[in-house]
């Protein structure tokens, strides 16, 4: 999934020429592993803020807090970092992202990844201790809360497609075990196997015409991010397919699961393993509510944002 860091920064790259290509150049040679510390506790799922606090100093920023969950906090070789700086009297807020190595000073792994699923997924906590992040590092510098200039939105869209693509893998994984667990169990006083009985074959058909309009819909919005228009026009399609994944790939699971009975619950079968991963894509930012607040109010025609806002503007200026 952090094969998205990597296309945003293709897409950044072909906007604006800077150093990234010494970094997209570093991954092709030299087979570094990135992480994308975007995720973070308490920011509600928004992907276009940060709880860490930088400070200007010399030679960058100094950024202390904590990212998590972050895979591969403890064996990147690369980390793309979002970072907030604190609003000064002369200047507001500012939200940067930067490309810094897992062994710059300052940075630390916390063991914290005690979860039910994707525990090869190595997911800790990514700690920032005055971390003194230098300027050539930082790619770019945004406001907090706005996803509408291009390489947030290029970045979100190639998460979305990455992060679909890689459930969808799952998906089929489970589909080919299922495939041959309801071809081998029978059912004795019946007299045949699962998979010949009408009962599992529609069980299976409702998931599988669910999957087909997933794999299609990720499939051509990569077709569309191919032709290098502008990512605009493509962030709510993108979202849309994310939410629709996060509706499918769990359904999907449980349906397999039950359809091939106990045995699938077992740690003999790796259906057991599908599943408890699969629940995992509930909790990839942007989470559910902000995308299908953002959803709605892109189709009402009402200013959107990918923060997740429970105050209606009428009542804003209302408040105390």
Known sequence: MHLASVGAWVEHHARQADMTWTFMEAVATQGLIVAAAMAEPNLGGAVNRSTLRARRVATGWEVS??????SFAACADLIALQFQSEATADEPSKMLAALVPRKLPGLSAESTWDTMGMRGAGADTLVLDRCVIPDPLVVHQGIPGDSHYDDMAAGIIWFCLVLTASYLGVAE???AVTRDLLGRVRIEHLDASRSELPS???AVGQQIGALLTLELACSALATSMDRKESPHQ???????VKQHAVEVIPELLGAFVESCGGIAYSRLSPL????????AIRFHPPTPRPVVQFLGRRALGVNATLDLDEVSPSLRSERP
Request: proline content about 7%; glycine content about 4%.
């Open 65 to 70: 807090g904590r990212k998590s969950p972050l």
């Open 173 to 175: 994984a489970a589909l």
């Open 200 to 202: 599992f074959q529609s």
């Open 234 to 240: 493509f962030l709510a399609p993108a979202l849309a």
């Open 272 to 279: 057991e393993r599908f599943w408890r991963d699969a629940q």
